[in-house]
């Protein structure tokens, strides 16, 4: 399975894009790639998916290198609400989810 | 997005008695449901990957026998903790996949054995 690799944690001032990096050097092909949140005591919120093209919805905005070797996940106008653990995954050939250690931003008033 | 719940929400259980939780997806059906596990200050860890009707496959390191998986329907899947110590204190959270693109997570449960 493709692994990744984050930073461990990232600051950001509020009201700023937030821009959350990650490297999959070892994607296949056919594996998209997944950014999900984690606030404290909850489960995962799914975020954005992609596989070759950028991606955008209400949430945020994922570029994805167009050799997809790293992809980055903004998010265009941060609140104090989007501190939490940002996790990006490659996901699996069953479809498994195998969670790295993540990204911890912190908003900042 | 889906709604996948789980229940109960938190429990406390002693040392030696087993647990069930329940992970349910509301409005999709989930042929596949997986497993995690969360210690303090770390990332989910995958336990074990359930089919519907069919037995469940665990990942390295992962007691079969300790933790029992059942997926009898396309909307519920059970974890129970058997014969559960202190070290089995954790927070346990599901995820169901829907269409090819789409997997949810469930709330998550925690499971304190005293």
């Known amino acids: 399975d493709a692994k990744t690799t984050q930073p461990p944690s990232m600051d950001c001032a509020e009201g700023r894009a937030a821009n959350l990096p990650c490297n999959h050097s070892?994607?296949?092909?056919?594996?998209?790639v997944y950014w999900y949140r984690q606030i404290h005591s909850q489960g995962p919120q799914y975020i954005i998916h992609?596989?070759?093209n950028n991606e955008t919805n209400e949430m945020a905005s994922l570029i994805i290198t167009e050799d997809r070797k790293s992809s980055t996940l903004i998010l265009p106008h941060a609140t104090l609400r989007d501190t939490a653990v940002y996790y990006c995954i490659v996901r699996g050939p069953n479809n498994d989810m195998r969670f790295g250690a993540g990204t911890r931003l912190t908003v900042k008033p | 997005g889906a709604v996948v719940s789980q229940h109960p929400s938190w429990v406390i259980c002693k040392s030696g008695t087993s647990v069930k939780i329940e992970c349910r997806s509301l409005?999709?059906?989930?042929?596949?449901m997986f497993w995690y596990r969360q210690f303090p200050k770390q990332s989910l860890m995958l336990m074990a990957t359930s089919n519907e009707g069919s037995k469940a496959t665990y990942e390295q390191g992962v007691e079969k026998d300790k933790f029992l998986i059942n997926h009898a329907s396309l909307t519920l899947s059970t974890l129970t903790v058997t014969s559960a110590h202190p070290e089995d204190s954790s927070f346990y959270i599901c995820?169901?996949?829907?269409?090819?693109?789409?997997?949810?997570f469930g709330p998550g449960t925690r499971l304190t054995v005293t």
């Open positions: 409005d999709f059906q989930a042929t596949t």
């Open positions: 992609g596989l070759k």
């Open positions: 070892t994607i296949s092909g056919n594996e998209y």
């Open positions: 995820s169901s996949r829907g269409s090819a693109y789409e997997q949810y």
